[in-house]
């Protein structure tokens, strides 16, 4: 029956007649009873969503984020909610927030509208940025997310920046060298980014290959007084071993 009802008001919608098809997906809303079963869930998950569709095209936006909010959390996998909600928030006040990070997400897997996609990545980008002083928990959320844009947009360098910051963050100094140097053109060659592989060098004993990198580090941007201390110490300490590496 609901199934039925669905159907009538989609068409309803298609050819027109906006508000007997709100009204109708309103009544079926109420009427149905939510089991606990997942087809349950997915069954009342699909009117909301139609609700949305009614109201969005009624000129009820408000309400229809409302109806595609309430789609998204009865069933997560509901694509089509997930789409809808980023078109309609990606300029909101909400736009930033951690909640937006999966329909973002989403959007880029399966959204088709390009200047939508560009803007989730912008928002990506701000939301997961990696800072040296970040909370450790902060770390692991943010590095789970961040593999997954990963795999959505291989070749992007915000990603492998950040993942690389979190690595050296956890210590991770190997896997930190690793995703540092898979950064493309001019990013992997910043001084900031040369002083992170150059610390992770450091730390794991590969003394001259630190020396290196601090020094070119150096040429790159002078007058950095940390990395000048950092090169007098290690012409000590190879200066006490040289057979260091």
């Known amino acids: ?109 399966q959204g088709i509208n390009k200047n939508i996609k560009h803007g989730a990545l912008r928002r990506l980008q701000q939301i997961l940025r990696i800072r040296l002083t970040e909370r450790p928990a902060v770390v692991v959320w943010r590095m789970e997310m961040l593999q997954k844009v990963r795999q959505v947009e291989p070749d992007l360098n915000f990603p492998k920046l950040y993942l690389g910051r979190g690595f050296y963050l956890r210590e991770h100094f190997a896997q930190a060298i690793d995703m540092l140097g898979k950064l493309q053109d001019k990013a992997g060659q910043s001084h900031n980014v040369l002083n992170m592989v150059a610390r992770s060098h450091e730390k794991l004993g590969n003394l001259d290959e630190a020396y290196r990198l601090y020094d070119k580090s150096l040429r790159t941007t002078p007058g950095q007084a940390g990395v000048h201390f950092r090169l007098g110490r290690l012409d000590l300490k190879l200066s006490e071993n040289p057979t260091s590496t």
């Open 1 to 109: 029956k609901i199934r039925s009802i669905l159907d009538k008001s989609r068409n309803l919608r298609a050819s027109g007649e906006l508000d007997r098809a709100r009204q109708m997906t309103k009544d079926a809303l109420q009427e149905f009873e939510v089991q606990r079963s997942p087809e349950s869930r997915i069954v009342y998950a699909e009117l909301w969503y139609e609700l949305g569709m009614c109201q969005f095209a009624t000129k009820h936006v408000k309400n229809a984020i409302q109806s595609f909010e309430h789609a998204h959390k009865c069933d997560p996998e509901a694509t089509d909610a997930a789409l809808r909600l980023v078109e309609h928030k990606i300029d909101s006040e909400s736009a930033l927030s951690n909640a937006m990070v999966p329909l973002y997400l989403r959007y880029l897997r």
